[in-house]
């Protein structure tokens, strides 16, 4: 359903801004491309504020790097 759709966005939006390290709501605004765009360039990724599969995959690794 759309709604269970919307969830899920809801929650990888948070998963990224709770990496990026800007307010965590679930939406994906300004700040958060911003910060993604920081991110993308740090990690070697095309710096494009859009949150494709590159950019997941340093997403995931950072998670994991830092999770215990």
């Known amino acids: 359903s759309s709604s269970a759709a919307s969830d899920v966005y809801k929650r990888q939006v948070s998963v ?3 990496v990026l390290g800007v307010t965590v709501d679930g939406r994906f605004g300004d700040d958060t491309e911003t910060s993604l765009k ?14 494709g ?3 997941w995959k340093k997403v995931i690794e950072h998670v994991k790097a830092n999770t215990k």
Not at 38 to 51: I, L, S, Y
């Open 16 to 18: 990224l801004q709770s």
């Open 53 to 55: 599969i590159d950019s």
């Open 38 to 51: 920081v991110f993308q360039k740090n990690t070697g990724v095309k710096a494009n504020g859009t949150c």
